[in-house]
């Protein structure tokens, strides 16, 4: 289930709830492609241009349509997630419980992780607590389990040390053990 933010926040805030849902939705459809990416050895470029040839307008999961995506948002983030994933998987290995490897993380998990990690580093116009919340939103679409609180675990502790002031006055403990 893909969560939208309240509908009198959003209009506080100035944004519409179709907004919302659109980049919402451009977050699940990059995992997606980023997942394709790391399947097929497709080049970002590729799985952009294929993914809205191909997808557009099919269901993404959950009852979300890729035709209601941000294609800029859902571009950026693939072709920035291509372009650093090294950095990227370092940072989501520094942030993983010892003796779990990022190469024994699930693809899917480890396409949301990338993407949350690479909106972590680069849209400082979106708060830390949104990309996270919006990247364990993604896990349940494919996932029940532990798995959720893995990938809301990583970036949790990510989002802490990536965007330290924005998140120094968080209450919250940090939910994986040191």
Do not use: C
Not at 160 to 172: G, K, N, S, T, W
């Amino acid at each position: 289930m893909i969560m939208v933010e309240r509908p009198d926040k959003i209009a506080a805030e100035g944004k519409s709830p179709a907004n919302v849902r659109r980049l919402s939705s451009a977050r699940l459809a990059a995992v997606q492609a980023i997942y394709q990416m790391e399947m097929s050895d497709a080049g970002a470029d590729t799985v952009v241009t294929e993914f809205f040839l191909h997808r557009e307008g099919a269901e993404l999961g959950e009852g979300e349509d890729a035709i209601k995506a941000d294609k800029a948002f859902f571009a950026e983030i693939v072709r920035g997630v291509a372009e650093e994933r090294a950095e990227l998987d370092r940072l989501i290995g520094s942030a993983l419980v010892e003796g779990w490897p990022l190469a024994r993380i699930e693809k899917v998990m480890a396409a949301a992780m990338r993407a949350g990690t690479y909106e972590l580093l680069h849209r400082a116009d979106v708060p830390a607590r949104v990309v996270v919340s919006e990247y364990v939103d993604v896990a349940h679409a494919f996932f029940e389990g532990k798995e959720i609180g893995m990938v809301n675990g990583v970036l949790d502790r990510l989002a802490r040390v990536l965007r330290e002031a924005e998140m120094a006055h968080a209450a919250i403990p940090d939910p994986l053990p040191k």
